[in-house]
């Protein structure tokens, strides 16, 4: 038996021998034929839970729309040209729109990294911050219940009008992307990063789909009520990384539709636990560096036989083991 898994842009193969028990967790995803523009348009056309932007926004709004960074995949480009528009149509100057990346605690965009996620033309005539977790000018908005102090991105905290971007997929603390997870971790500081990514508030166990009381979820999002998040644009992909819906509106009903989604077409069962589990992040750009590549343990070891398994990770990880602080960890441990 031939097995493969996706690696870098291409695949890795093994050869298995035909008398071994092998479980293939790969759904059947149909063709997806509609283009990711038009998905984004039935979206902005069809909100969940508010008016259309253009109905949203006003000409003396300070906008602040947040963008993935370069680790995540999505018709990211697309998304913003769709939202310029209707900025535009609305009368909001450029000069009073800005772009922040949401890099979380990963390294910065580079300039080629930023043409692709935003588009040449945008990335080159409009004003673009690249968000530093470790800056000195975050802007700090108290405590939330969960004891997670709230340190910000103060492109962000200033903004009178906050418009998030992204993809919900299964997450490997927070359920699922998307949504909240645009502030925390996407512009928080590095001491906010701290606490929201380590116990009690990180759950303990994989958290694939785990959402509704996930406290890392839960504490994102009582973060993420405090901004000026007035729209959101997510897209929704399959396990193959099509674009098979986009959800726009409000931070919480259209995220909590999205989910729903995500959910339904994401979700497998399989016939047994296992004794050698093969996993994948799914390629490019997941599999860039270890840091972003061992997120896929969290999937395979819901599969694998408790105290009994050997996990093997494929992964390309051309920028090597990744983030600083991942890296020092490693180190210490």
């Not at 995803?29 to 932007?53: D, F, H, M, N, S």
């Not at 919900?168 to 606490?195: E, N, Q, W």
């Not at 116990?199 to 959402?211: N, S, T």
Request: glycine share 8%; aromatic share 6%; hydrophobic share 45%.
């Amino acid at each position: 038996m031939r097995i493969q898994v996706p690696y870098g842009d291409g695949f890795q193969e093994a050869i298995l021998a035909d008398s071994l028990p092998v479980q293939i967790v790969d759904p059947v995803c149909e063709k997806i034929t509609v283009t990711p523009e038009e998905l984004i348009e039935q979206a902005l056309r069809a909100p969940i839970g508010t008016p259309r932007l253009e109905e949203l926004v006003t000409p003396s709004d300070h906008v602040t729309i947040i963008v993935n960074d370069h680790t995540r995949p999505g018709p990211n480009a697309q998304i913003v040209h769709a939202l310029i528009g209707r900025l535009d149509k609305a009368g909001v100057a450029r000069e009073n729109v800005q772009f922040v990346i949401a890099t979380g605690s990963h390294r910065a965009s580079t300039p080629a990294e930023l043409d692709v996620l935003l588009g040449e033309t945008y990335h080159r005539t409009m004003k673009v911050h690249v968000h530093d977790c470790d800056a000195a000018d975050h802007v700090y908005l108290g405590e939330t219940a969960s004891g997670l102090p709230l340190w910000v991105n103060r492109h962000v905290a200033e903004a009178s009008f906050i418009i998030t971007t992204g993809l919900i997929a299964p997450h490997h603390a927070a359920g699922f992307s998307g949504g909240r997870k645009s502030i925390v971790p996407g512009v928080a500081g590095i001491k906010t990063l701290h606490v929201h990514h380590s116990l009690p508030i990180r759950p303990f166990e994989p958290a694939m789909g785990f959402f509704e009381e996930n406290p890392f979820h839960l504490a994102a999002l009582e973060a993420a009520l405090k901004m000026n998040v007035r729209f959101i644009v997510n897209m929704v992909q399959d396990t193959h990384k099509q674009n098979v819906s986009c959800v726009a509106g409000d931070m919480v009903k259209a995220h909590e539709a999205g989910v729903a989604l995500c959910r339904s077409i994401n979700t497998v069962r399989v016939g047994s636990l296992a004794d050698v589990v093969v996993a994948s992040p799914g390629g490019a750009p997941r599999d860039c560096n270890l840091y972003q590549a061992q997120k896929a343990l969290s999937v395979a070891e819901v599969f694998g036989r408790k105290g009994a398994c050997t996990f093997i990770l494929c992964a390309r990880a051309e920028d090597g083991i990744g983030e600083g602080v991942f890296r020092q960890w490693l180190k210490e441990a």
